[in-house]
């Protein structure tokens, strides 16, 4: 019997290198208490979510959002991703912020004869 030859190879993880305005960043949202952090696709900085809401200050359900979306000039919470870079790997869920009443709310303009995608820009 002769023995068998194993060759054990060596795999190297690629290098990566994390952007360290990316991680400031995700350290920010992940460590946010008082509202939802979100980049703001004008200024590349993250700015408070502003939680839509009915004219009379209810909040509108994240089961909402497509439907409201539709009828207001209204855009979802946006990753770092929207800045043109690789994957971010920010994963929020929205919906455990419904019930808090630190989350800033604001009444989104009704779209009036405008066609569904198109959103005015940021203010």
Known sequence: MSATSSRCYSIEPP??????????????ILTARHGILHFHGQ?????????????YGHKIHPSQFADYRETHAFRYPCCMCASGGS???????????FGRACVPTAYYPRRFDQPFNVVPPFD
């Open 87 to 97: 994957t971010c790997g920010y994963m929020l869920n929205i919906e455990k912020f």
């Open 15 to 28: 290098e990566f290198k994390a952007d360290p305005k990316m991680v400031s960043m995700l350290v920010n």
């Open 43 to 55: 200024t590349g900085e993250l700015t408070t979510f502003q939680w839509p809401s009915t004219e």
